[in-house]
């Protein structure tokens, strides 16, 4: 397949509609037709259901057990763009003003146009180490991808020790992050009509107790500090949000079920189970005679790498930034990590863009992640990148 450059296969990419509930299928076909060649190793690793999947390719010697060389990783799939306030096609990649327009420009397509460019550069056969992409699916419905290939991957060995997530982090270099836990809480009553209120049990008004046990934990919680508190100075605690509320189905019936998501940011070294403990102590407490469950939708680890390890001494030494720091998001590291993995979180672009209408990158940032994935290539991986 004839080469690009990094803007215009970032345009490729952006025309994949990779909106989190469609499948990525398309976008890793042509990612696979696009790095085919002598010396590469291309595997499509199926999610359960099939639509969609995780895409791994290595590239470079065999590894034998050391787990040198250096593994790239980015999410595949994008958050919707159904805003009304886009000034252009959001699946159309435009440039205004040494911007770069569209969805998924900066989380994280950007990246992934500069990941795979610089491996279908390099000569596998002048690699000393492995060179390996890891692109996932459904990163931003929680980790599923990742968790997935995580649970699913029996080669721990086959993988480089050293992992770059290119997360937008405007090339700022990033050593922790939070985690992220997202709860729901179902409440069930009786429905009735309104008129007949004894026929019925309201499920909201429970529910509505609930939000004021939740929201005494969020306060304490807010009160709390543990050791790594100190890394997150605008946050050091752990927050709990109440994000969502269904219930009820007409006015004039009386509610017989309703369901709150919330969620938690635990910090790099907490447990998240003693924080679920404590929302269902708290629905427990609360939801009075109401039957209730607590069901975790989705989870991913907070991430921490400690600063001597050579990933991070790699980027620092490429991008000068002495202190590497940390964001209260949650990234696909906080799975990887669990695989023995050193990461760093270091991308194209900014966070404060991401999820919202016109969401941008600059085009030096496109130019300088090339310069930083060619170099920290070069010294993982050896060989020409």
């Known amino acids: 397949m004839t080469r690009l450059d990094d803007v215009a296969l970032l345009q490729r990419l952006v025309a994949f509609d990779t909106v989190?509930?469609?499948?990525?299928?398309?976008?890793?076909?042509f990612l696979a037709d696009y790095l085919d060649g002598p010396g590469v190793r291309i595997s499509q690793l199926a999610a359960p259901d099939g639509l969609k999947a995780n895409l791994l390719v290595e590239l470079g010697p065999t590894p034998d057990g050391t787990r040198g060389g250096l593994l790239l990783s980015g999410h595949t799939d994008v958050v919707p763009a159904d805003e009304t306030d886009w000034v252009s096609d959001p699946f159309r990649l435009s440039e205004r003003e040494g911007r770069l327009f569209g969805r998924g420009a900066a989380d994280m397509k950007g990246f992934l146009a500069v990941a795979t460019n610089v491996a279908a550069a390099v000569s596998p056969?002048?690699?000393?180490q492995p060179l390996v992409l890891l692109f996932t699916y459904d990163e931003e419905v929680g980790t599923l991808g990742a968790r997935h290939f995580v649970d699913g991957w029996t080669h721990r060995e086959r993988l480089p020790r050293a992992v770059l997530i290119g997360e937008p982090t405007r090339l700022r270099v990033v050593a922790a992050h939070k985690g992220f836990v997202h709860v729901r809480v179902d409440l069930s009553g009786v429905s009735a009509h309104s008129g007949y209120p004894h026929l019925g049990r309201s499920a909201i008004e429970p529910a509505a107790e609930v939000v004021r046990a939740l929201t005494a934990v969020r306060r304490q919680l807010e009160a709390e500090r543990v050791s790594s508190s100190a890394w997150f100075p605008e946050v050091p605690f752990v927050p709990l949000n109440v994000g969502v509320i269904h219930g009820g189905a007409a006015p004039n019936v009386i509610p017989d079920r309703c369901t709150l998501e919330i969620t938690l940011r635990p910090l790099p070294g907490m447990d998240a189970a003693p924080l679920l403990d404590r929302v269902q102590d708290a629905v427990r407490a609360s939801a009075g005679a109401a039957p209730w469950a607590c069901t975790v939708v989705s989870e991913s680890p907070p991430m921490l790498t400690a600063p001597e390890t050579p990933i991070l001494r790699a980027l620092g030494a490429i991008t000068g930034q002495v202190t590497p720091e940390t964001v209260s998001y949650a990234t696909d590291a906080g799975w990887l990590q669990t695989l023995d993995c050193d990461c760093a979180v270091c991308g194209p672009g900014d966070i404060a863009t991401a999820h919202k209408p016109n969401e941008h990158m600059p085009v030096a940032d496109l130019r300088g992640a090339r310069d930083?994935?060619?170099?920290?290539?070069?010294?993982?991986?050896?060989?020409?990148?």
């Open 20 to 29: 989190s509930q469609r499948s990525n299928l398309p976008l890793l076909d």
């Open 125 to 128: 056969a002048g690699l000393r």
């Open 372 to 385: 930083l994935v060619e170099r920290l290539v070069t010294r993982c991986c050896g060989g020409d990148a």
